[in-house]
């Protein structure tokens, strides 16, 4: 069974700053996928990124990056220069090996953006 | 672009009655979820479909039902509906293992 952690509740960044959104997984699988979904205040679910447990190279997209240390299981997201728009809810999610399986989710992290 | 659609934003209920959430992607994706979302719970796994009329239970199923009746449709059925059963429910699609896409998410209220 795969499970997610997210440790932080809650942060604030100021504007134009980076900020770095804490992810720990867990699993037995040697194939699978990490993903990152942002949610604002609207509640739709929007895809960010993904990054699968056999790419040599950490995911980017944009001002969105993805640090992934396999060997401490953890697949944290860096958003660059943050906006204010990007003040929402942020998930990280995974995928194991078997067939069509569910991603599992962690419970997220409320980031607010400062001005 | 990915389109998943919810057929309310917002809906009203009372205790007792049926409720249908209809979900409609238009991707031809074989995978469809459906999750209910609470504060500090996160996203729980009610029902899954990885094909036509197969249906698979998630992490929460009591309370619910679930039809496939067409690859592009995925319905969320509560047959008696109850307070508890107030949340905000999310519906998502994938093509096989690949990313899933959500749709804009049904507040649901229970009075």
């Known amino acids: 069974a795969q499970k997610i952690t997210q440790t932080q509740p809650g942060m604030f960044v100021q504007e134009k700053e980076a900020v770095t959104l804490d992810c720990t997984y867990d699993t037995s699988d040697q194939s699978y996928g990490l993903f990152w979904y942002k949610q604002p205040s609207s509640g739709e679910m929007i895809f960010l990124i993904y990054?699968?447990?056999?790419?040599?190279q950490n995911a980017t997209e944009g001002r969105y990056s993805l640090n992934f240390q396999k060997a401490r299981k953890s697949a944290n997201l860096v958003i660059s220069a943050s906006q204010l728009g990007d003040s929402a809810m942020y998930f990280c999610a995974m995928r194991g090996s078997a067939g069509n399986t569910p991603l599992v989710f962690g419970k997220g992290t409320r980031l607010s953006v400062i001005a | 672009d990915v389109k998943v659609t919810q057929s309310s934003r917002y809906l009203v209920k009372r205790t007792g009655e049926k409720v249908f959430l209809e979900c409609v992607q238009d991707m031809d994706h074989e995978n469809m979820f459906w999750y209910r979302q609470d504060p500090g719970l996160g996203l729980r796994l009610i029902y899954f479909?990885?094909?036509?009329?197969?249906?698979e239970k998630g992490d929460i199923p009591e309370g619910y039902s679930v039809s496939r009746e067409k690859k592009e449709r995925f319905s969320l059925i509560l047959e008696s509906a109850s307070t508890n059963q107030t949340s905000m429910y999310l519906c998502a699609s994938s093509h096989q293992r690949n990313t899933q896409y959500f749709g804009p998410g049904t507040r649901l209220t229970v009075l």
């Open positions: 990054q699968g447990s056999y790419d040599e």
């Open positions: 479909s990885y094909d036509v009329k197969m249906k």
